[in-house]
Structure formats: C-alpha cells, structure tokens
C-alpha cells in the first residue's frame, strides 16, 4: 500500500535556526497537503500543493512539490517558539478522498 | 475553532468495555473521517462516511465500528477495549469527496483504558 515516510523524525533547533522536514511516498500523489499539529493539540491545515514543482510561501514558511509529485518539503525559515509541533504532510490514497498522513516530524525550538 | 465538534473530550473505561465517541462535522460538510493517534504515533486512518454512506475504510479493527447519521453526526463505536486501545481519537470533516479535499479536525477524544 502507500506509504508516506517524513524525515526526520524529530528536530531541535534553536530559535533563529532553519529547519526542514522531507516527506517521500512511495507512490505518485496528485496533490499534497501539510497539517501542523501543536503539542496537546489537533492537526491544521497550513497548504495544499497540486502542480508538479510547485513552490508556496507561507511568511517564513516555503513549501515545494517535487517535479515527480513523489516528495515534498517543508522548510522553515528562522525558527520561532511558536513552530514547536508536529509537521504532517498527507497525501490522497485511491479515488476517495481519505488521506494518508505521513509519519510526522516533531520540530522542538529552544531560546 | 475548526468547527468540528467532538465528544467526549476525556474518556477513561476498563477494559472489555464498550465506549462511543460522537462527531459533529463542520456546517455543510458530508464527509467524515475518524483517525487513531496513539502516544508519539502519527495520524492512522479507521474509516471515512459521506453522506451516510462507508466510502473507505483503514486499519479498523473488527471491534470498532462506526455510522454516520442523517444529520451528517458520526459516532464511533469501541467494544472489548483493550489496554491498547488507549489513544486520541479524532474526527474530521470534508466538503466533498474527492481527492484533494482539505479536511478539518475536531479537537479529539481521548480515550484511556486501565
């Protein structure tokens, strides 16, 4: 079945520092979506990526989709206190719309 | 607010028990999908309604079942809880069916079972 693996596991950075998070699947997506999970909390929508190489910029946030629609990062741009959580990245499996979620990348920000 | 409305938001029970777990979706959402998260794991899809009907199912154990309801309201069932069971779930909501649809989370049910 499909797969959608995140790496890394977990990050910590301090605060000011970059950070990246790659999400890979094993197979073609035909669109993408990142969720941010606080701790204690439930996943949000940050964006959805559609088109083959596609790069979107959320403030110090930039999201890319890889021209084989198969991965896709998410980099963040001097960390803030306010990026500690979960990063997943979620992709539809078959015709319906049910999405699988990848493994998730904890990122932790320390002053 | 994600408009997603879960209840209840804590649920502690013994094991062999059987518990049920309610979901409002969003306002004119047909869609609803429940997920598993246990302690540091990711986000494991059980099961996906529109508009009344099972659309698509995970890795949902025989033990579980869930419905969802004329109104659109969801309610996952968890019968014979085993310790393992002990774990937040959460349901969330789409529009429409459709690869690509954005989907909302409620705020999550956890569940503990000693």
């Known amino acids: ?111 | 607010d994600s408009g997603v409305t879960q209840t209840p938001k804590h649920l502690i029970t013994a094991t062999g028990q059987r518990v049920t777990l309610r979901c409002s979706p969003r306002s004119g959402d047909l869609s609803v999908y429940w997920y598993q998260q246990s302690l540091d794991q990711g986000l494991q899809f059980l099961i996906q309604y529109y508009n009344g009907e099972e659309r698509a199912k995970g890795n949902i154990l025989e033990r579980f079942s869930a419905q969802q309801f004329p109104d659109l309201h969801s309610e996952l069932n968890l019968s014979s809880l085993e310790l393992g069971d002990s774990a937040l779930y959460f349901c969330a909501s789409s529009v429409r069916l459709g690869a690509g649809n954005t989907i909302y989370f409620g705020e999550g049910s956890w569940l503990t079972v000693v």
């Open chain 1, 1 to 111: 079945g499909q797969q959608v693996m995140q790496i890394p596991q977990y990050q910590h950075v301090q605060e000011g520092e970059d950070f990246t998070t790659y999400c890979n699947s094993s197979t073609t997506l035909s669109n993408i979506q990142w969720y941010k999970q606080r701790p204690g909390g439930h996943p949000v929508f940050l964006i959805q990526l559609v088109k083959s190489g596609e790069v979107k910029k959320q403030k110090r946030l930039t999201f890319q989709f890889g021209e084989a629609k198969k991965n896709s990062s998410l980099h963040i741009t001097a960390t803030q206190t306010t990026d500690v959580g979960t990063y997943f990245c979620a992709g539809p499996k078959g015709t319906a719309s049910k999405l699988t979620f990848g493994t998730g990348t904890r990122l932790q920000v320390t002053l």
